[in-house]
């Protein structure tokens, strides 16, 4: 099984702020199916990118993704009000497709 | 526009058994991998079972396995996880998800809440 961690847990950023998110995995992920995903209080999560650099349909390109093997990096250049939420990384190449344990963007 | 209901979640004791439905429409359902993702109050996402096209090829995580046992009705575009000797610690949203092979999780259900509580 392939164990993902994220860094930091919490992330306290004002608006308009660079906000930088971590994900390291405990072995080799290929590119294409690393993702991540937004979700919001009391709602479903959403896919914001997926192969470990597009952006799903209808995402805004301050949201980017990189990285490779073992450590990806989801950048969101400018932070919006409704970016405030908790951010996940997923590994959907081999079963069990996990999750990471989130990253909270809250406001300062 | 791709659509996921899903339903079936309750309070439930332990050790009981409930069956949670996902209808879905507006894709090829008979196509598409489909999955079942659980987040327990408070907590963060936890895949729990797959199942491809034909519902030959089934995965589950460890967490439910010999438990749960996920099924799909193609004629019905309906997937189903059928939830056995129920615990505690089985208390989540639901979400069902629909995927390609090798794909990210594009589509997700609204979520249906399973409590497990005597």
């Known amino acids: 099984e392939i164990v993902l961690t994220q860094s930091p847990g919490t992330l306290s950023l004002s608006p308009g702020e660079r906000a930088t998110l971590s994900c390291r995995a405990s072995?080799?992920?290929?590119?294409?199916?690393l993702g991540w995903y937004q979700q919001k209080p009391g709602q479903a999560p959403r896919l914001l990118i997926y192969?470990?650099?597009s952006r799903s349909t209808g995402i805004p390109d301050r949201f980017s993704g990189s990285g490779s093997g073992t450590d990806f990096t989801l950048t969101i250049s400018r932070l919006e009000p409704e970016d405030f939420a908790v951010y996940y990384c997923?590994?959907?190449?081999?079963?069990?497709?996990?999750f990471g344990p989130g990253t909270k963007v809250d406001i300062k | 526009e791709v659509q996921l209901l899903d339903s079936g979640g309750t309070l439930v004791q332990p050790g009981g058994s409930l069956r949670l439905s996902c209808a879905a429409s507006?894709?090829?359902?008979?196509?598409?991998?489909m999955s079942w993702v659980r987040q327990a109050p408070g907590q963060g996402l936890e895949w729990v079972s797959v199942?491809?096209?034909?519902?030959?090829?089934?995965y589950y995580a460890d967490s439910v396995k010999g438990r749960f046992t996920i099924s799909r009705d193609d004629s019905k575009n309906t997937l189903y996880l059928q939830m056995n000797s129920l615990r505690a610690e089985d208390t989540a949203a639901y979400y069902c998800?629909?995927?390609?092979?090798?794909?990210?999780?594009?589509?997700w259900g609204q979520g249906t809440l399973v409590t497990v509580s005597s």
């Open positions: 507006g894709f090829t359902f008979r196509n598409s991998p």
């Open positions: 998800v629909s995927h390609t092979r090798f794909g990210p999780f594009d589509s």
């Open positions: 199942i491809y096209s034909g519902g030959h090829s089934i």
């Open positions: 192969g470990t650099s």
């Open positions: 997923q590994q959907y190449g081999s079963s069990p497709f996990t």
């Open positions: 072995q080799i992920v290929t590119s294409s199916y």
